[in-house]
């Protein structure tokens, strides 16, 4: 059982460019997005970092009451420092500032364990309350694809 207790941090604001499906869990493209995105990353000039993002924009009700079929969009980006240009058929995204409790995982990215784990139980004794802000997932030079070794880390959006 996955038990992470997680690092509570301030996030400034970022700017990610990049491309976006919407999807759900039942729906789930998120193969194809990053198959898409990264054939065209080259395309972007002036990244911030060589991390990739991870970023789910839910609406505002999504984690009330559990669906699989409930619909969210799904980002594949890069951080850039500025936008001289935006490629055809990407886009900005910018994430405003604000609380994030940050996961430091390791394990294969497709296990469910670990939401489960942060929403089911985490969120609820934390004595934090979910934030309408995006979650994300940055994927640095220790994430491997389809690796139980791998690492990642996953920053949900948190208020008091």
Do not use: C
């Amino acid at each position: 059982m996955v038990r992470i207790e997680p690092v509570i941090r301030e996030l400034p604001e970022k700017r990610l460019l990049g491309a976006q499906l919407e999807m759900s869990v039942a729906a789930n493209q998120t193969a194809l997005l990053w198959e898409s995105f990264m054939s065209r990353k080259s395309e972007i000039t002036s990244v911030a970092s060589k991390d990739f993002w991870s970023v789910q924009v839910y609406p505002p009700n999504y984690f009330e009451q559990y669906d699989p079929a409930a619909t969210f969009f799904k980002w594949a980006a890069v951080e850039v420092d500025a936008v001289d240009a935006i490629p055809e058929g990407m886009e900005l995204l910018e994430i405003p500032a604000g609380l994030y409790a940050v996961f430091h995982y390791q394990g294969l990215a497709t296990d469910p364990e670990i939401f489960r784990y942060i929403f089911a139980e985490w969120v609820p004794g934390s004595g934090y309350f979910l934030d309408d802000r995006p979650h994300f997932e940055i994927m640095g030079d220790k994430f491997r694809r389809n690796d139980p070794t791998s690492e990642e880390e996953i920053w949900i959006p948190i208020k008091i």
